[in-house]
């Protein structure tokens, strides 16, 4: 299995960037999907999730009305729209695939490489 995420890069607050996540090696539309971030010296943490069926979403309080989480299961994508962009957003971004009885107990087995964000004040 692999999860190939992209799209990150330095941009001035106020920007816009879109993350993408290709996924291989699995069945895709079977997994619940999350983008997460880890800053320096800050716990991981989980931003936005969807599921792999029927679109529910969740969104990290800090990130309401700035991201968007999608997902293309025909191309076994998943992709993070991030808007208004503050400094604070600065982290490693993951993609990570995952199975659960809900999006708030979903165990992500298969974690992408990370890319970096970093947002300039």
């Known amino acids: 299995v692999q999860l190939q995420a992209s799209g990150g890069g330095l941009v001035q607050a106020g920007g816009s960037l879109r993350l993408s996540c290709a996924a291989s090696?699995?069945?895709?539309?079977?997994?619940?999907m999350g983008w997460f971030r880890q800053a320096p010296r800050k716990e991981r943490e989980l931003v936005a999730a969807i599921r792999w069926i029927g679109g529910r979403t969740y969104y990290l309080d800090s990130v309401k009305g700035r991201f968007t989480i999608s997902r293309d299961n025909a191309k076994n994508t998943a992709n993070l729209q991030m808007n208004s962009l503050k400094p604070e957003d600065t982290a490693v971004y993951y993609c990570a695939a995952g199975r659960g009885v809900s999006l708030s107990r979903v165990e992500y087995d298969y974690w992408g490489q990370g890319t970096q964000v970093t947002v300039s004040s």
């Open positions: 090696g699995l069945t895709f539309s079977n997994y619940d």
